[in-house]
């Protein structure tokens, strides 16, 4: 088939009595001198039917050997692409929730390609001939017009290996609401606490050897050179309006991290802060506010205060013009 696939690629170049009476002889075996009877045609058009077929034939070949290729890196000892779907969904779900995260740091190429892919598999053939290699940054199988198949198996081989480096190895810092009627909810060491006024949530660190570190700015408690608090035994973390968003993650003794988790804490009564503009008012105009109207006792005191923190500090009035109006108010509202 080789042969003959050469002797297309020049074919333009031949004289076309040349091609057929000679070039094709040799490709099915014989002399460019022999005679072309009966029975050499015969031969010559059953040779070009077997190698027609063979061409037909090359692609399913090809992927049936990749196929092979592709259950040897998974250990899978069925043949059909079922067997592949079961053997590698079996794989995927065994892996910890951070390798099963696509958007961990940790990750390089080959093993975000893996993690997207292989969550979720309907279609096995598609999924290992199309969307990993495309992700792989080889392209679909049926695209390339070389034999990338060691590139492929090397990179399936780095993806999984860098997944498996990356299981867990150390427990996640346990966390626990201390307000009362407020709770962590979420998954995944993504965690939420809505409150009103003030929360706290008590870390303990998972056992003993094993310290939590925490970052409250934004960085990544395990990356070099992070401002951390480092928590040996349990820490109370305390918060008194606003959003604000708490990092986690364990360090064992021989400096193996576990997985970075976070603790958002979303401040119910932020909705009535008053704030100001962006942009501030034309000279000669009165700024405009935008409030939204209270609903509790909690919320009305934080329009209130917040609207006077705003007129105080834009310097509209004082403090003590402040405090009077709020007792006539009060006294109004008594009277």
């Not at 090397?154 to 009627?181: D, Q, T, W, Y």
């Not at 050179?225 to 003794?253: H, M, P």
Request: hydrophobic share 35%; proline share 4%.
């Amino acid at each position: 088939m080789k042969s003959f696939i050469d002797l297309m690629a020049v074919r333009v170049n031949l004289d076309p009595s040349e091609f057929i009476f000679q070039k094709m002889q040799i490709v099915c075996g014989n002399s460019a001198d022999d005679e072309i009877d009966e029975q050499r045609v015969d031969l010559i058009v059953q040779c070009m039917t077997n190698v027609k077929q063979a061409i037909e034939d090359a692609p399913r070949s090809f992927m049936s050997g990749l196929l092979d290729h592709i259950r040897a890196v998974f250990g899978i000892t069925g043949v059909t692409y079922d067997d592949c779907r079961t053997r590698i969904s079996e794989w995927f779900n065994k892996l910890d929730e951070n390798q099963r995260d696509p958007g961990g740091s940790w990750h390089t190429a080959e093993s975000r390609a893996l993690i997207k892919n292989l969550g979720t598999i309907v279609d096995a053939e598609s999924t290992m001939f199309s969307l990993v290699p495309k992700d792989l940054g080889l392209g679909a199988v049926a695209d390339w017009n070389i034999d990338k198949t060691q590139d492929y198996v090397a990179k399936l081989r780095e993806g999984i290996k860098h997944i498996e480096e990356n299981a867990i190895k150390v427990e996640s810092p346990v966390m626990s609401c201390v307000m009362p009627g407020q709770e962590l909810k979420g998954h995944d060491g993504k965690w939420q606490v809505q409150y009103s006024g003030s929360s706290c949530v008590k870390i303990e660190v998972p056992k003993v050897g094993i310290a939590a570190l925490l970052t409250d700015n934004g960085e990544d408690p395990s990356a070099h050179g992070a401002q951390v608090q480092t928590i040996t035994d349990s820490y109370e973390y305390r918060v008194s309006g606003g959003n604000k968003t708490v990092c986690l993650v364990s360090r064992d003794a021989d400096g193996n991290f576990g997985k970075v988790c976070s603790v958002e804490f979303v401040d119910q009564l932020e909705k009535y802060v008053v704030k100001q503009p962006d942009q501030p008012p034309l000279p000669g105009t009165d700024t405009l506010i935008s409030i939204v109207l209270p609903t509790d006792p909690a919320s009305l005191q934080t329009t209130i205060r917040t609207l006077v923190e705003s007129s105080v500090g834009e310097k509209k009035i004082d403090r003590p013009q402040a405090v009077a109006v709020l007792r006539e108010i009060a006294d109004q509202l008594e009277a």
